[in-house]
């Protein structure tokens, strides 16, 4: 399998032999993410223009606090707050709130969504880091259903893996049918979902021999495959890798 800059970190991550190689690869872009925004890049207008545009969720405004770069971070939300405030205070004194009948608050239903509801959720929900990541996460399965259908070393690196964690899973075969013909499509259901089946089993054996180890009568007994089941197990499900560390701060 010849190797390009595109598919060098799908197969390292393959390599890796982890419940989830696209959490290993979305674990380094959010990293490469953070990195790159409290880097040089606050410092350029242009890009100061997107992040003003579509902020950070709480998730990433925690973990770009945690990186360490106050004042990089403080710059960014300068900016980022006198464009907020311009959109809401237009927004605000338009009073354009949202309206429910007689009925519909006897009832005790929500009532219907307003602009202002609808502009808020936006501006609260939108992410700069989370964007980023979701295109290049695309792009990277792209290249794995390319590497799937033209390299038999990929292939069989795939169908030794540990397959996919649940997000990922989900959303690699919601995009199966664009990169796969109905052949190609029904073989890999078939293998994934296999893969992801007997994972699922393991981790569990695992996880319930992780609480029998904890018991008194087993302490002479070995760990087997269960000292990291939690991480593991948490991975499988929620798509997320609790055992890897946030950055730490920058001094």
């Not at 792009?139 to 794995?144: A, E, N, P």
């Not at 996919?164 to 989900?170: A, K």
Request: charged letters at 25%; a neutral charge.
């Amino acid at each position: 399998m010849k190797e390009t800059i595109y598919t060098i970190p799908l197969t390292e991550a393959f390599n890796e032999k982890t419940e989830c190689p696209f959490c290993v690869i979305q674990n380094k872009l959010e990293q490469e993410a953070i990195s790159f925004t409290l880097g040089n890049s606050y410092m350029q207008s242009d890009f100061r223009d997107i992040t003003d545009k579509l902020g950070f969720c709480s998730q990433h405004y925690k973990k770009l606090y945690d990186y360490g770069n106050r004042l990089g971070l403080s710059l960014i939300l300068s900016t980022h707050y006198k464009s907020l405030y311009k959109c809401l205070d237009k927004l605000l004194n338009k009073n354009i709130l949202p309206k429910s009948s007689f009925l519909e608050r006897l009832k005790g239903s929500a009532p219907q969504t307003s602009t202002i509801t609808e502009v808020m959720n936006n501006k609260i929900n939108s992410c700069f880091i989370c964007d980023k990541i979701e295109k290049d996460i695309n792009r990277y399965i792209s290249t794995f259903f390319y590497l799937l259908t033209t390299s038999d070393d990929f292939k069989k690196l795939f169908n030794d893996s540990l397959g996919f964690c649940l997000p990922h899973f989900n959303e690699i075969i919601h995009q199966a049918p664009l990169y796969l013909n109905d052949k190609q499509k029904e073989e890999f259901y078939q293998q994934s979902k296999t893969i992801l089946l007997e994972s699922m089993k393991r981790i569990q054996t695992d996880v319930e021999w992780f609480i029998d180890k904890n018991d008194y009568s087993n302490a002479d007994e070995p760990w087997k495959n269960s000292k990291d089941a939690i991480p593991r197990s948490i991975q499988k499900i929620a798509g997320i890798c609790p055992d890897i560390p946030i950055f730490k701060e920058n001094k």
